[in-house]
């Protein structure tokens, strides 16, 4: 590791590997955001689907800083849990399924020596997003992560999840 800092070519090298592979997956998550169909989901829905990813894309950007919280956040107990069939794991979900095809994109194609740099930062970010609730505290509702809804907002707002719009 210690020739690979020494030699700046190499360092340049690696640094563009990286950037490039983030950018990618940026502009992945941008289009994951936009593929939502607006007929299927409510505004509130769809304002807490782009939140979610948002807050993803910021783990994107700054992977460092969030490997090193994480790090530090590894003494704790405390595992705030996204339930099973929630929203937010559904996105999560799509978030994942987008790296492994990344990374298996980049399988087809012939790489040198880039392909273990690659793997790695994707790894590293789905180990991320995996682990967000303890990194970022989510502004994402607590009833999009699987909790359960408010009984008082439910007299007012009537409309069903699965109600067709004619």
Do not use: C
Not at 74 to 81: A, C, K, L, Q
Not at 125 to 146: C, H, M, N, P
């Amino acid at each position: 590791m210690g020739q690979i800092n020494k030699n700046p070519e190499k360092r340049e090298w690696l640094i563009n590997i990286i950037i490039g592979t983030r950018q990618e997956v940026l502009m992945k998550l941008r289009a994951l955001s936009d593929s939502y169909d607006r007929e299927i989901y409510t505004m509130s829905q769809k304002n807490a689907i782009e939140l979610e990813i948002r807050e993803i894309a910021e783990l994107v950007s700054e992977k460092e800083k969030a490997l090193e919280r994480r790090e530090s956040i590894n003494r704790s107990v405390y595992v705030p849990e996204v339930k099973e069939g929630s929203l937010v794991d559904m996105v999560r979900k799509d978030a994942l399924k987008l790296l492994k095809e990344i990374k298996e994109g980049i399988l087809a194609v012939e790489y040198d020596g880039e392909y273990a740099i690659v793997d790695r930062e994707l790894s590293e970010l789905a180990d991320l997003i995996k682990d967000k609730d303890r990194l970022i505290r989510s502004k994402v509702q607590y009833f999009y992560r699987g909790g359960t809804e408010n009984p008082h907002l439910k007299e007012y707002f009537k409309m069903e999840s699965a109600q067709e719009v004619e």
